[in-house]
């Protein structure tokens, strides 16, 4: 789909098949200009249409010699509109585009009262290019992608709406490509796929792009990282992308760490068969970082950012770490592997070491790390662990803001003792599943201790029937956004 701004009614008739009403049951005082006051009564009298919710009428030509539809969508009652209702009316609205085979679509969206018109356009932008999205590279037989142009009808005039939209595509562009990795099957997508497509991919101007390969990692003596890949021919690999929009060099980066397991067979603690192959998943924390640094670096946000994908594969051979082995992590701290499926916090324990390196202002991690925490808040909802009252905070509010929601689980202390060890410093999981999502989060907490941080444990919410989801990218990036707001305030007021 394209998107643009139309300021002129009149070129409706010439330009368009199509314009895109909203239409209340109860009071339609300020619509459009053309449509008078007298043709909504007319409407409401002439086609009985009372303009419900989930309703529509369409009155086709509706000026002589010219070939174009009104399209009018029933919105209920005008006090009564709210985002889920707003959501409703989108999702209506573009199957009645698809089924009509309109190409050039004027939608008003003036008349929905609900935020602001630079939000309404966002919204509509980011629902219709989910709704439009389709994995069919392996395919032989692509799904038809038609060119639809929509332009949103402004009345005023507006010059940062144009920005509005440029932002809004790019933002979906890398969701998007967040999507297509992450849906890329494993014998495809390995670690060293991923840093090939990041190179490709992410090539703005201050953007730098670096890998530790394994060797890399063996010098770093990052030996817990490297315990999880050896049973797999693809040899693990980290991904750093550094993003420098901060005008001073110096400031602290937010350091933002994705999980790549680009499979989970469970290693020698092998998962059953049922759903196995949903683990080429596993990658999905590295997937949203891969596609918010897209974003990020398209829209030059004023922060220093990294973005690191911590990638391996959990494969079953000769050389697979076996449960019982002990690994020395690059804190020195030594980990007793009971169990090698809980494989997620073995790579993360030492980015989240590595990482100090950078001083960072906030590091979060993003993972699908455990089968508990889609057990504690389903498939919708993200969970959220932190040391960071203020950070979890803003977190929180960012997905609220996006509606991609996260709930916060406590970090507490008292669990640590499950995951004490006779033999080593610690074990890497607990002797039951209780509180799994904690219990994780407490593993990771031992080796975090020299910064704010948050952990965002996404197996319910990453991928769904449909595939990728693309979560919690909308979160991550308002939560950038407000952050770089921040920062410019106190830098004004400094
Ligand atoms: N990748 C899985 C977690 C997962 C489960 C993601 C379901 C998506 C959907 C993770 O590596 C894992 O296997 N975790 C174990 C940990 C356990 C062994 C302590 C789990 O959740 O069972
Ligand atoms: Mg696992
Ligand atoms: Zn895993």
């Known amino acids: 789909m394209k998107y643009n701004i ?25 619509q459009e200009e053309f449509l008078k006051k007298n043709n909504f009564v007319e409407i409401k009298k002439k086609y009985k249409f009372k303009g419900k919710i989930n309703t529509h009428l369409i009155i086709n030509n509706y000026k002589s ?103 809004q595509i790019i933002i979906c562009n890398g969701i998007k490509k967040s999507k297509n990795l992450c849906n890329t099957p494993s014998n495809i997508c390995n670690s060293e796929y991923i840093y090939n497509k990041t190179k490709k991919n992410i090539n703005n101007k201050n953007i730098y792009i670096s890998c530790l390969k394994e060797k890399d990692i063996k010098k770093l003596k990052m030996n817990s990282y490297l315990s999880v890949g050896k049973g797999s021919k693809n040899p693990p690999l980290i991904t750093i992308i550094k993003y420098k929009g901060s005008k001073n060099n110096n400031d602290k980066p937010i350091v933002l760490v994705g999980k790549g397991v680009t499979f989970d067979s469970g290693g020698l603690s092998i998962k059953t068969c049922n759903n196995m192959w949903e683990m080429k998943y596993d990658m999905s924390g590295a997937s949203v970082i891969y596609g918010l640094m897209y974003i990020i670096s398209k829209l030059n946000i004023k922060l220093n950012i990294i973005g690191i994908l911590a990638c391996s594969e959990n494969m079953i051979d000769k050389n697979s770490t076996r449960p019982g082995d002990i690994v020395k992590t690059l804190s020195k701290k030594t980990v007793e592997i009971i169990n090698t499926d809980a494989e997620g916090r073995l790579l993360l324990c030492d980015v989240l070491t590595y990482v100090e390196k950078f001083n960072p202002m906030y590091v979060i991690d993003i993972a699908t790390l455990t089968g508990a925490c889609v057990v504690a808040l389903g498939e ?115």
């Open 6 to 30: 139309e300021n002129n009614i009149n070129n409706f008739y010439k330009n368009y098949n199509c314009i895109i009403i909203e239409f209340y049951t109860d009071n339609n005082s300020s």
């Open 65 to 167: 010699n010219y070939i174009n539809d009104i399209l009018i969508i029933g919105c209920g009652k005008k006090k009564k509109i709210n985002t889920e209702k707003f959501n409703k009316i989108l999702k209506y609205t573009i199957k009645l585009i698809k089924n009509n085979k309109y190409k050039k679509i004027l939608f008003s969206l003036n008349n929905i009262y609900i935020k602001n018109l630079k939000w309404r356009i966002s919204k509509t932008i980011n629902y219709f290019e989910e709704k439009n999205y389709f994995f069919d590279k392996f395919k032989k037989e692509k799904n038809k992608k038609k060119n639809i142009y929509i332009n949103f009808l402004i009345k005023e005039k507006y010059n940062n709406i144009k920005n509005i939209i440029k932002e």
């Open 380 to 494: 919708k909802i993200s969970g959220l662990l932190s040391n960071n009252k203020e950070l979890s905070k803003m977190i929180i509010k960012s997905g609220q803001k996006t509606k991609d929601y996260i709930w916060e689980l406590p970090l507490f202390k008292k669990y640590n003792k499950l995951i004490h060890s006779k033999i080593a410093d610690i074990k890497n999981c607990t002797d039951n599943s209780y509180a799994g999502a904690i219990t994780a989060a407490c593993f990771l907490s031992n080796f975090t201790k020299n910064y704010k941080w948050a952990h965002i444990d996404i197996a319910g919410t990453a991928y769904n029937e449909k595939g990728s989801t693309g979560r919690p990218i909308n979160l991550l990036f308002e939560f950038i956004k407000k952050i770089e707001k921040i920062n410019n305030l106190n830098k004004i007021h400094k």
